[in-house]
Each structure stands twice: as structure tokens, then as C-alpha cells.
């Protein structure tokens, strides 16, 4: 009996595939058409850790607005995320994490709840055993040192006259990544003025301190060795804190208001900074404490501009980190044509209409390394105009190539500006970051607060891949120069095992999954031997119940790659790569695909708790609430498009 007639432990006959195949994309496709949005836009939820929520409440403090109902809803989420443990973790089934259980368990107790509690003792006993408040990262020591819960000679130094340093110098701001580089000035600001902000004597966290608090070393870590950019940044600390106590500071002030202005400049639309929570607060509290009340029109639009970011449901209230319509927008359409829906179809319409209005055409952060270059590209969110980025814009450009619109002319010109900004960010090693070109100084890195995340944005794997993925499909080839010194990069980037790091998905199927089919849209002979060795590494990847997975913990131990529970968008991810590499009548796949046939609910949709979704490798991940249903259906599409062409 052959492989296709054979029947599944669910009970999918090797033989009824095509009407399964069939039926689960139907189901699929009328779940995404009924979630879009009246205006044309798709947008799930972007889910991310709990100190993002422990953090507003904080904020609601320091800025003196805070709303007691609120407060009770974010207590109910906060209790809601508990682990057995006691502690807080920043991914789903991911490990115990000290940094989000203190930052926890201080809004907890700062909301009114009882350090008696049960669940409060558990979290406590928790950050106990791991050495208590002062091994957390320094930004949560920055946290509490706002509310007098750490001392804020045991942060780092950053004097505000960084701001002087011209664009040209080694270490200046826009060395620093978008996301980073909003959140140092900010953080010059607090670290110059280091606020506190009084809270009730009963919201203390002195229970926290293995010692008591008047015998902990506030001193900065010590670098293993002296030598390097840790031991050369150490020992500028420790200059830095000599200059501090000199009196008279020539332009210190100046550089305050330098960086106070560069804030106000740098809000966007929304009354976010870069689109993003870490920057956002820090912004708001540094312009507070430079005397900005609720009543300014920057505090005033910043404050309710959380509101398009809040979730408030049965679970409680939550802030989300960030969001992501323009992503799941283009991402959602490229699903519904990959998987037969007319490129004229109404909603597809309106869907690159709407994306037709976003394509932001003033300059940006960008521009500093990039000068010559005329603005067309596309960013992650509704209002995000300063920072666009080179993924977003390669998957709209995809999409808006799929879908038919009235206005062809339109269509053209924006692809055309969209194109010549995106090929415009290539870096010098012949790859794409995201924001912008050539962010790629390591030294960066090693400054005492950058155990935050990533404070560079160099060009990684999948970014490049979409790109170039996008060039192929308009006839760009693997001989053109930008394309050469593209692949150039991606064979340099290859794992030694043969898959490619994931820089914004998880992990390293996510860049696998983006790199094959971008190789095989430039025309690239996937028969080469790097090419099989990527095929060889998901087949041997497959899970028993023919799916993929792969865990968060990759990040921290890349020997564990390709381990982990198995899900639908992941699952999607190496499908579309083996379909790519002409693997479509593989067992491999055939069992790849039944497993989303088989595993997909009755609306339509799947279900995935886990995150698969890429913030700051290793230390902030995402669940993209409309992964789980874009990309399955994409592969199941595609799929259908190679059983069809048999017929």
C-alpha cells in the first residue's frame, strides 16, 4: 500500500488528503476573511511577558495617574500568569525568570497586595533562592531604583553629553539600534536626574534582599577580564562617576535640553516612541522628571496612547509591547492568494488599498546612514513614521504583487518607491538589518545596561531572504550583483549543520523556512549541496507526529535546535522551505501537511499557546496571535497548488 493510501492514527485516509486539503483550507480562508478588519487591515494580538503590564502599573505611579480599577484588573492578569513555581516567566513553558518575578511581585505589592498572600510568599521564596534583588538585570534595578527600592549608585553611568557626539564619531547615538537608541536617550535623562518617587511604606520590597539593604554592594559587576570593550566600559564607568562629583559641569545642561528635544521630536502619531513599550515609558518618565506635567500636550498624547495598546478580557488588563498590523496584513493576503483566492478578490482590495495608505514617504532615524536615499517603505505598526523597516516592506511588496487592484497605477509607483528604499538599506556585507544599514558595532554590545536585549540591529538571515524573495519574484537572479552579494552573505551565515539562525521568528526553522524559498525565487540550482544540507536538517527535524517545533530556549542553547513542542506556524515555516527545495512529494511532507490538516480546529484556525515570534533573541519573544493561522494556511496553499498541477 503506498504512502498516499494509507490511513492516519486520526483517521485521515491517505486517499480523501485532497478533500481534507481542501476542506481545511476552505475553513482557513472564511476564519481570516471573518477577523479582518472593516477598514481592510488584519491585526492580532501581539503577546508578549508580563513585566510589560508589572511596567505600565509602575508608570502609572511615577506619573501620579493612576486608576485604582485599572490597578485591580492588572492584579488579576499579573495572578493569572503565576507559574506553580511561584515565579513569572517571558515566554510560554519557558524557565522561572528572576527579572519579570520581581518586577511582578513589586506591582503586585505596590497595587495593595498582601506580601502574606500565598502565591506572594511562593514568589518571594523564588527570588529568594536566586540571590534576591541584586542579581536582577539593570533594568529592573533602574525600575526600582525610581521608587527607592534600589539604589541608583548601583546603575550604570550615561552622562547626557553623549548627545554631542556627531554621527560621524564611534560611539554616538545612532550606533545604537532604532528600539535601543529611543531608549539611551531617554535612560540619559533618568540616569542624570535619577528620580524617586515615594510609595507607601507597606509597598516596600526590603523582603526581597537576602541581606540587609544597608550591607549590598552597589558597586557594578566586574568584568571577568579587564581587557576588552566590557573591561574598557567598566572602567569608564568608574571615571564617569569621579566626573559626576565635580561640581560645575560645563554643558550638562545643554545636553539635558538636547535630549529633551530629540524625545519630543522623535513621538509619533500615536504618542509612542519607535512604536514600542521600553522606549515609550522611559520617555514619558524622563520628560516628567524634567517638570513636563500630565497637562503637556507630549505627556497628554503619549499617556493615551497606551489605550490602542491595552487588552482588557476575562484574563484581566494587559499592555501589549507593540503592534503589528501592517506585518499580519500583508502576511494575511499572501496566505489567501497562496492558497487560490482571487487576486481581486473584495478583501484583498481593500486589504492593498489600505496598505497602499501606509507606505510613509518622510524621512527617518534612517536617513542619518542612509542620506541620498528617497523615503517609500512601510513600518510594523499603524503609526510608526520615523522607524519604517526592510521586512515589512519586502512582505508587502510580495503581497501587493499578488493581489490585482483598481488603481494599477498607483500600485506601480508605490512598488517602484518601495523597492528603490528597500534595495537602498542593503549593507556593506551584502545583507539587510532592519531599520538600518551598516548597525553593526559590537562594541555596543558590551555597554554595562545592554543586558536589556539587543542594542544593535546588524542584517540577519530572514530579512535578507524576504528580500531577496521578493526580488526573484519580479526577475532579479542569483547572477545580479545586489542578489550575489546577498546569497554571498546567506552561505556565509549557514549553521554548520546546513539551516540558517532565526532573527525575528523562532528560531532556527523560522530562518531556514525563509531562505530556502527565497533561493529558489532568484533561480539558485536547489540541487546544490548547501541547499540538500538545509533539506537534510528539517527532514531530521521532524517531529514523530509530523510536525515541527521548536523552543525559545534555542536562543540560549542552539544544541537544542529544532527541539521543542510542535506547532502550526513552525510547522508551516519548514513545509514552505521543503516545497521550495522541490521536496513536494516527499513523505515528509505529505505527514508536514496532515499533521495541520488533522490538528486544525473547527472555525478555521489553530491553536498555539507557544511563542514562535522574535523581539530581542533571548530576551524578549512574541506570540503572534495570527501566525498560527497565516502561515499554515499558506503551506497548505501551496501544497494544493502542486497536487493541482499533477491533475
Not at 504583487?401 to 542593503?426: C, F, I, N, V, Y
Not at 534555542?554 to 502550526?568: K, V
Not at 516527499?586 to 473547527?602: D, H, N
Amino acid at each position: 500500500m503506498s504512502e498516499v493510501e494509507t490511513t492516519t492514527a486520526s483517521g485521515v485516509a491517505g486517499d480523501s488528503l485532497h478533500e481534507a486539503l481542501d476542506e481545511a483550507i476552505r475553513r482557513a480562508q472564511r476564519y481570516l476573511l471573518s477577523i479582518q478588519y472593516p477598514e481592510g487591515f488584519w491585526w492580532g494580538e501581539l503577546e508578549s511577558n508580563v513585566a510589560i503590564t508589572a511596567e505600565y502599573l509602575l508608570l502609572t505611579h511615577f506619573l501620579g495617574v493612576a486608576d485604582a480599577d485599572r490597578w485591580h484588573l492588572i492584579v488579576k492578569y499579573l495572578k493569572s500568569k503565576q507559574l506553580p513555581s511561584g515565579a513569572w516567566n517571558i515566554y510560554y513553558d519557558g524557565p522561572d525568570d528572576l527579572n519579570a518575578t520581581v518586577e511582578s511581585y513589586f506591582a503586585l505589592k505596590l497595587a495593595g497586595v498582601s506580601p502574606d498572600e500565598p502565591f506572594m510568599r511562593k514568589a518571594r521564596q523564588f527570588v529568594l533562592s536566586r540571590g534576591g534583588v541584586p542579581k536582577v538585570r539593570i533594568f529592573t534595578k533602574i525600575w526600582l531604583s525610581l521608587f527607592g527600592q534600589w539604589d541608583w549608585k548601583g546603575t550604570p553611568m550615561m552622562p547626557p553629553e553623549i548627545m554631542f557626539l556627531p554621527n560621524w564619531f564611534p560611539f554616538n547615538i545612532y550606533e545604537f539600534s532604532s528600539w535601543a537608541r529611543a531608549t539611551v536617550v531617554a535612560m540619559l535623562i533618568l540616569l542624570t536626574k535619577k528620580p524617586v518617587r515615594d510609595i507607601p511604606e507597606w509597598a516596600r520590597i526590603d523582603e526581597l534582599y537576602c541581606q540587609p539593604r544597608d550591607q549590598v554592594d552597589y558597586s557594578m559587576p566586574r568584568p571577568k577580564s579587564i581587557l576588552g570593550w566590557k573591561g574598557f566600559f567598566h572602567m569608564a564607568d568608574k571615571l564617569l562617576r569621579i566626573y559626576d562629583r565635580v561640581p560645575l559641569k560645563p554643558g550638562r545642561e545643554a545636553a539635558i535640553r538636547k535630549a529633551e528635544r530629540w524625545i519630543v521630536e522623535h513621538q509619533e502619531a500615536d504618542g509612542s516612541w519607535g512604536g514600542i513599550q521600553p522606549p515609550w515609558v522611559y520617555a514619558l518618565m524622563a520628560l516628567n522628571s524634567l517638570g513636563y506635567s500630565m497637562d503637556h500636550p507630549v505627556m497628554k498624547k503619549g499617556f493615551q496612547g497606551f489605550e490602542g495598546f491595552a487588552i482588557d478580557d476575562e484574563t484581566g488588563f494587559r499592555t501589549q509591547s507593540c503592534l503589528s498590523p501592517v506585518w499580519d496584513t500583508a502576511l494575511a493576503m499572501i496566505a489567501l492568494v497562496d492558497s487560490g483566492l482571487p487576486p481581486d478578490h473584495p478583501a484583498l482590495v481593500k486589504a492593498g488599498e489600505w496598505l497602499l495608505k501606509e507606505q510613509i514617504f518622510v524621512g527617518g532615524d534612517w536617513q542619518v546612514k542612509n542620506p541620498h536615499a528617497e523615503p517609500g517603505g512601510w513600518a510594523f505598526e499603524f503609526d510608526n513614521d520615523i522607524y519604517p523597516d526592510v521586512d515589512d516592506a519586502a512582505e508587502v511588496l510580495i503581497a501587493l504583487l499578488k493581489t490585482k487592484l483598481p488603481d494599477d497605477e498607483a500600485k506601480r509607483r508605490a512598488m517602484e518607491k518601495g523597492l528603490r528604499w528597500t534595495l537602498s538599506m542593503q549593507s556593506k556585507n551584502g545583507g539587510w538589518g532592519s531599520f538600518d544599514v551598516d548597525n553593526t558595532k559590537r562594541f555596543i554590545t558590551k555597554i554595562p545596561f545592554a543586558d536589556f536585549g539587543e542594542t544593535i540591529d546588524p542584517p540577519s538571515e530572514d530579512v535578507t531572504a524576504h528580500i531577496i524573495e521578493y526580488m526573484g519574484k519580479i526577475g532579479y537572479r542569483a547572477d545580479d550583483s545586489i542578489v550575489r552579494r546577498a546569497l554571498a552573505y546567506l552561505k556565509r551565515e549557514q549553521q554548520y549543520d546546513g539551516c540558517w539562525w532565526g532573527r525575528w521568528g523562532v528560531n532556527f526553522t523560522y530562518g531556514t523556512g525563509a531562505v530556502l524559498p527565497a533561493l529558489k525565487e532568484v533561480g539558485e540550482d536547489m540541487r546544490q549541496p548547501y541547499v540538500r544540507a538545509a533539506v537534510r536538517w528539517l527532514e531530521e527535524h521532524q517531529h514523530p507526529n509530523g510536525g515541527w517545533g521548536e523552543s525559545c530556549h534555542t536562543y540560549d542553547d542552539p544544541s537544542t535546535r529544532g527541539q521543542g513542542a510542535t506547532t502550526a506556524s513552525q510547522t508551516a515555516w519548514a513545509l514552505m522551505a521543503l516545497l521550495a527545495a522541490g521536496e513536494e512529494a516527499s513523505p515528509v511532507v505529505e505527514r508536514g501537511i496532515r499533521y495541520l490538516v488533522e490538528t486544525q480546529l473547527p472555525d478555521g484556525s489553530w491553536d498555539e499557546p507557544y511563542f514562535t515570534g522574535t523581539g530581542f533573541p533571548r530576551d524578549f519573544l512574541i506570540n503572534y496571535h495570527l501566525y498560527r493561522d497565516i502561515f499554515p494556511l499558506t503551506a497548505l496553499g501551496r501544497y494544493k497548488a502542486y497536487l493541482d498541477s499533477r491533475r
